[in-house]
Each structure stands twice: as C-alpha cells, then as structure tokens.
C-alpha cells in the first residue's frame, strides 16, 4: 500500500512549487518520489490482477465440466 507519508510529501512540494518554488534538490526529491509513487501503484494494480487471474482459473477447474482447463 502507498504510504500515506509519501502522499504527504508529494503534495508539500507539489503545493510549494505552485507557491514558493522548487530548488533543484527539492525537484530531485519530487521527481523521485513520484517515480516511486507510480512503481508502487504499478505494483499494486499487478497484484490485484494476478489474483483476479488466479481466482478465476480456480473457480472455473472448480465449477465445470467443461475440457478448457485440462
């Protein structure tokens, strides 16, 4: 799960940078926990398919008769 620490920060500098600005290690620190942010939701979303997947193929060698799944 997305850390709610890292939505946190994300939004300060997103919030900073409309107001205040960004230093060039502040836009560093952006881009990267953006980056991380969408590899975790990335990660998160393969997750969930991968058992959606799963649980069909399951329940479907479970409730037939069908010959797809030999």
């Given at each position: 799960?997305?850390?709610k620490?890292?939505?946190?920060?994300?939004?300060?500098?997103?919030?900073?940078?409309?107001?205040?600005?960004?230093?060039?290690?502040?836009k560093?620190?952006?881009?990267?926990?953006?980056?991380?942010?969408?590899?975790?939701?990335?990660?998160?979303?393969?997750?969930?398919?991968?058992?959606?997947?799963?649980?069909?193929?399951?329940?479907?060698?479970?409730?037939?008769?069908?010959?797809?799944?030999?």
């Amino acid at each position: 799960m997305v850390k709610k620490e890292l939505v946190m920060r994300i939004n300060e500098l997103y919030y900073k940078a409309k107001t205040t600005g960004l230093n060039p290690m502040e836009k560093e620190e952006q881009e990267k926990l953006r980056r991380e942010y969408i590899d975790e939701i990335k990660k998160e979303v393969k997750e969930q398919l991968d058992n959606a997947k799963n649980h069909d193929i399951y329940h479907h060698r479970h409730s037939c008769n069908c010959e797809n799944h030999h």
